[in-house]
């Protein structure tokens, strides 16, 4: 048993960040990471981060693209967080000394990026990422904050009330991937998830291996609602072979993206007659997928998108790292011809239901990052958001969790305030999957002492680890590639409500399969089968929540494209979809979206680019 | 070259709490690494039948080892019939052989896209990551090993602890008081001084160059390729200042810091990022040098 102030599960930006703030406001913090923290897949951002530095630029003109972008569906008081914090976290950044890409007089470059009205994106070449993670991980070495790598946390120790708003979550239980050793975690304060995405889900993603959605999955277990799940982004240049991410960077110095008869089609086919490849990245990726299907595709699957223009010196002092990427996994010379690319799973914009301090509705529960659902994205993520978004709500968790008064949430958790159940009828029905669930999920044995309720958690933990172990039965590795088919088959850019009934239904047949998964590798030492299992269930949980979401949202908005419904319903969908996981059975409700900010309302416009 | 044998735990690495042991899960256990044992055999037979059928396949020689499991005490090599398709990665063949054939094959893995640096290892004889490694660039059959010099925890898993200790011993944090008056101002760095800086800060900790240096391998203690690099991009950095830089290069100055590297370059070599390492240990020479020569 290990115990701490503050725990956090996940070492990417979020993590770190949320770790490092809590630590400055006086809590003793670990940290418990199934990757060692310079493997997080923060690591692998390329673009940059948004923050209004300049003069010319204002908070206030960030918070309007942004929530232009969102389609609506953001939160406003989470949104003006985002945009008022950013600035200095970059520049707290820089302090730590980030490698930021310089302008001649010395001060961090910005660079135009989809859907802003003010080149204001930050970054390091075409690797912020990999500098972010990199500078904060140095402040956490620095700072001595204990941190526990590779535990692959298997479930959330949670008290066994009926009303998830009564629950408390004591720690968390986690597996030591190199010993096989089960051990829980105790948390005084608070538990922060900070697990990253959940890319896994589908077959072609920018996603890491590693991003299953762990957070996501065990957070509903326990009880808290996601939110938005059916808005996933589909980043326009990925790499058609391995889903590798060629950076919006490429269209914000000047790339270019031509059909295969050579037409350079976002304007030329009155996609987005203003911005043209800078629209924003649902706008672009719907346009590529429309000209493949129209016929003017690159083999039937991709578009062209061309840097060589913007000249040699330029590439490899802005876009250096895209040569590589484009030349290792595609065989592509970006500076003699154009790379191919195709639209990618990128990003969850949907989550953990969270307010703009990360709280959830269970308490002690956090989640901030690429996991939480503040919600600063809505509909539709602005390219260069995702990294200010990890490090402004990493640091307001991390600081709530340790016991800073920070002032009353203006967005709502769980059933608290106007809500409205969902009239949905699902013609399939959702459920278990097998295995034991958390006491609080399942209706278990009660125990309310913090103590009792992580010794609960960590024998069933055990048993569960037991009996994957001993039993025989099916691979993970063939229920996983089930799913991940099915979701980008009917679940990707275009949506259609057949075909998501349909995936329901391979859900369930995969969720059926998994009761009888067991794990062939009977070490205990760094069995990866084990832990692949295990996040196979993750994946299994997300993936019915998002397909849930994407039936029962009636209307075009943001990243959410369905056929049967080709325009934006304002009087209706000005409103977050929630799932709820009431003793496994999914239940379907929404709260409306916050469009009041501190000093005006955004009123919702057509969106044109 | 070889691959350095794991040492053989003396006592049982399963680490099951009193409740289990002598319960039948122990027994199931021992049963099932029975059953894995065979199950594999029967495997290795089919796709070696398989591969001389097809000739679109490529085959990979596999480093296996677990200290736990009968049959993978003693390390061994098994060979993998992959079919090829085209742009496939040495890390794409290892996924493919775990998901079809094996899947107790372990490595570590995870951004799959040259950035997280999990997944090092000893590819026909150079250190390189599986990931992006293309197939159509090696000599068949492939052999995949651990990095050398480095323990063994499991098949294709070494032990980083070591690594890790190295990097930490350095300091590896950015350290200055000087910071500009205004709230909302950042420091200033010349474009030239990040250039300078820049190649350095790509590491992704892969391990590689340390697994490849002669001397590394000779002197637990000297620092290695990786940290020097991380020290070097924190005492170029124009925004550190003068006291700090001092301490840096008594650091890297130490018994087993940079005077240790004899420039054999096989850091530079192998690193997947195209760092060059061998030179900034060299200058990092020169600075402590030029350090030193100001007291006399």
């Known amino acids: 048993m290990h115990e701490h102030d503050v725990i956090v599960v996940g070492a990417g930006g979020a993590g770190l960040r949320a770790a490092i703030a809590a630590q400055e406001a006086g809590a003793d913090v670990a940290i418990v990471s199934k990757l060692h923290p310079v493997r997080s897949h923060t690591g692998a951002a390329e673009g940059g981060i948004n923050a209004a530095l300049r003069d010319a630029d204002s908070w206030q ?65 075409a690797e912020t990422g990999h500098q972010m993670l990199h500078t904060m991980y140095e402040q956490v070495v620095k700072r001595g904050v204990t941190v526990y790598d590779e535990w692959h946390v298997m479930d959330l120790a949670v008290t066994d009330e009926e009303d998830p708003a009564d629950r408390t979550c004591h720690g968390v239980v986690a597996y030591d991937i190199q010993s096989g050793e089960v051990s829980g975690f105790r948390a005084d304060n608070g538990v922060i998830l900070a697990t990253g995405g959940m890319g896994q889900v589908f077959d072609h993603t920018t996603n890491a291996v590693a991003n299953t959605g762990d957070g996501v999955a065990m957070a509903y277990r ?208 959702v459920g278990d999957t097998g295995g034991r669930d958390p006491a609080a999920a399942d ?46 088959d009917n679940v990707n850019v275009f949506r259609e409500e057949g075909r998501l009934e349909e995936t329901l239904g391979d859900l369930r047949e995969a969720r059926e399969a998994y009761k009888d998964v067991a794990v062939s590798d009977p070490s205990r030492t760094f069995n990866t089968d084990l832990i692949h299992t295990m996040e196979t269930r993750n994946i299994l949980d997300i993936a019915e929540a998002l397909t849930m979401g994407a039936l029962a949202r009636k209307e075009f908005r943001g990243a959410h494209w369905r056929k049967e419904h080709q325009e934006r319903k304002d009087d209706e969908w000005l409103k977050h979809t929630l799932v709820s996981w009431n003793d496994g059975e999914p239940e379907l409700w929404y709260k409306p979206t916050i469009l009041e900010g501190e000093n005006k309302t955004y009123e919702p416009k057509s969106r044109s680019y | 070259m070889s691959t350095q044998i ?93 998901d079809n054939y094996d899947s107790s094959l372990t490595f570590r893995h995870s951004c799959r896209q040259a950035v997280c640096g999990s997944d090092a290892m000893f590819v026909n004889g150079g250190q390189k990551l599986a990931c992006k490694t293309q197939i159509v660039d090696l000599e068949e059959p492939i052999r995949v090993e651990p990095l050398p010099h480095a323990e063994v925890q499991k098949d294709l898993v070494v032990d980083m602890e070591h690594f890790y200790d190295q990097m930490e011993a350095v300091e590896p944090y950015f350290q200055t008081n000087e910071y500009p008056d205004g709230e909302l101002e950042e420091q200033r760095q010349t474009r030239e001084n990040r250039e300078k800086v820049k ?22 203690e000297y620092l290695g390729p990786a940290a020097i690099n991380k020290a070097y991009r924190f005492a170029m950095d124009e925004r550190e200042g003068e006291d700090i830089k001092q301490k840096r290069l008594e650091i890297i100055e130490q018994e087993h810091g940079v005077w240790r590297c004899q420039t054999q370059f096989s850091c530079t070599e192998v690193c997947p990022k195209d760092i060059p390492l061998t030179e900034h240990i060299q200058e990092l020479k020169r600075e402590a040098v030029k350090n030193n020569l100001k007291f006399w």
């Not at chain 1, 950013?86 to 910005?110: A, K, T």
């Not at chain 1, 278990?444 to 055990?462: N, P």
Request: proline share 4%.
């Open chain 1, 61 to 125: 003109d960030h918070a309007y693209d942004t929530m232009k972008g969102s389609d609506y569906l953001g939160d406003a008081p989470a949104v003006e967080a985002l945009c008022q914090e950013s600035p200095e976290e970059v520049i707290q950044l820089e302090h730590w000394g980030m490698p930021f890409s310089r302008e001649e007089d010395g001060r961090v470059s910005q660079r135009p990026f989809g859907g802003l009205s003010f080149p204001r994106t930050t970054y390091a070449g």
């Open chain 1, 222 to 429: 326990a009880g808290v609602p996601m939110e938005d799940m059916e808005f996933i982004q589909f980043h326009p240049t990925t790499l058609p072979s391995t889903g590798v991410l060629i950076s919006e960077g490429v269209r914000g110095e000047g790339g270019i993206l031509y059909n295969s008869e050579g037409e350079r089609f976002m304007f030329e086919h009155g996609y987005a007659n203003n911005d043209g490849e800078l629209a924003s990245r649902d706008v672009v990726s719907r346009a590529e997928l429309t000209e493949v299907n129209e016929g003017r595709g690159i083999e039937d699957e991709y578009v062209h998108l061309d840097m060589r223009h913007l000249g040699e010196e330029r590439i490899l002092d802005r876009l250096e790292n895209i040569l590589h990427l484009a030349e290792d996994f595609e065989g592509a010379d970006g500076l003699t011809e154009p790379m191919p690319v195709k639209p990618g799973q990128h990003y969850a914009m949907g989550g953990i239901e969270t307010n703009e301090f990360g709280e959830t509705v269970i308490g002690g529960l956090y989640a901030a990052g690429e996991c939480a659902c503040a919600s600063v994205h809505g509909a539709n993520r602005l390219g260069g958001n995702a990294l200010p978004e990890l490090i402004v709500f990493g640091k307001r968790a991390g600081r709530h969790a340790a016991g800073e008064d920070m002032g009353e949430a203006e967005i709502t958790t769980g059933k608290d305030g106007e809500w409205e159940a969902a009239d949905y009828e699902f013609e399939v029905e």
């Open chain 1, 443 to 488: 209706g278990g044995a009660v125990a309310t002492d913090g103590e009792s309720v992580l010794e609960a958690e960590v024998d069933r933990a055990k048993d569960r680890v037991d009996e994957l172990l001993a039993r025989k039965g099916r691979n993970h590795a063939e229920i996983r590639s089930q799913v991940q088919e099915t979701m980008t």
């Open chain 2, 6 to 98: 794991p040492k053989q735990t003396e006592e049982s690495t399963e680490t099951e709490t009193e409740a289990d042991v002598a319960s039948k899960g122990d027994e199931r256990r021992a049963e099932k690494r029975r059953r894995a044992a065979e199950e594999r055999a029967r495997r290795q037979e089919e796709e070696a039948e398989k591969a001389a059928a097809d000739e679109d396949t490529i085959e990979l020689k596999v480093f296996r080892y677990d200290p736990e499991v009968e049959g993978k005490q003693e390390p061994r090599f098994d060979t993998f019939h992959v079919p090829f398709t085209k742009g496939m990665t040495v890390l794409d063949a290892l996924m493919y052989s775990r």
């Open chain 2, 199 to 220: 190649m350095s800060t790509r590491c992704i900790w892969c391990g590689a160059c340390m697994s490849s240096c002669n001397i590394a391998a000779g002197d637990n």
